[in-house]
């Protein structure tokens, strides 16, 4: 059965502090995502990887990054967080085709006070 | 790059009836749609996509229609049951891009 799993469903930090979110997933995919969903935004994408050490910027990319080492794990860096980072982050990941069905994780639920 | 517009925001329907969520997209290169089903506190799960080789498609009570000329795709739902209800959201990409997500569409179909 497919899985990716987020490391933190829910976590409260500190403006200022640095946030690693971890995401895990056990079916040899090529490509991993990383959307932010807020209401009435829908899911927009912050960074993505092809292959292991290789990242794309999305559409929101600024004040986080990635990091891609090895090919099941993808983290997003929150490098000094802010209130305005306060969202629900969601992984997912795709097979090495070009298009396809994506597998989300469960999410990871961030508060920035 | 591509931009996905999604309508209307919410939809309250009876259960019975029938429901039509409409996406744009701006993207002409875009060849893969597909729609997105995310119950209250759940992760987003595909429920039916299309591709741009084709212009209709169905999974029992849903279906998806697609005209590419205009640039838009459709998720209908007939005989919608309260278990419908969710926010839906509409996606775009090509081969090489990430799929690109509208704002979500909440239904809400009432007994």
């Known amino acids: 059965d497919v899985k990716v799993t987020q490391s933190s469903r829910y976590l409260v930090k500190r403006t200022g502090e640095k946030v690693f979110l971890e995401c895990v997933q056990d079916?040899?995919?090529?490509?991993m995502f990383w959307y932010r969903q807020d209401p009435g935004l829908g899911l927009r994408l912050i960074y993505f990887?092809?292959?292991?050490?290789?990242?794309e910027k999305g559409d929101i990319p600024e004040g986080y990054s990635v990091s891609r080492e090895k090919k099941e794990r993808f983290s997003l860096i929150l490098e000094s967080a802010s209130t305005n980072q306060t969202s629900m982050y969601l992984c997912?990941?795709?097979?090495?085709?070009?298009?396809?069905?994506?597998?989300f994780g469960e999410g990871s639920r961030l508060t920035v006070l | 790059g591509e931009n996905v517009e999604q309508h209307p925001s919410t939809l309250s329907v009876q259960e019975g009836d029938s429901a039509v969520i409409k996406c744009t997209y701006s993207?002409?290169?875009?060849?893969?749609f597909p729609w997105y089903k995310q119950e209250l506190g759940k992760r987003p799960q595909l429920i039916i996509d299309?591709?741009?080789?084709?212009g209709e498609k169905k999974d029992q009570r849903i279906a998806v229609t697609l005209n590419k000329t205009a640039k838009h795709f459709s998720l209908h739902i007939t005989e919608t049951q309260p278990e419908d209800s969710a926010v839906y959201f509409c996606?775009?990409?090509?081969?090489?891009?990430?799929?690109?997500f509208g704002k979500g569409t909440t239904l809400s179909v009432s007994s």
């Open positions: 997912a990941s795709r097979p090495g085709t070009n298009t396809g069905e994506l597998f």
């Open positions: 993207d002409s290169a875009s060849n893969y």
């Open positions: 996606a775009a990409n090509q081969a090489g891009t990430a799929l690109i």
């Open positions: 299309i591709r741009s080789n084709v």
């Open positions: 990887s092809y292959d292991v050490k290789m990242k």
């Open positions: 079916m040899d995919h090529e490509n």
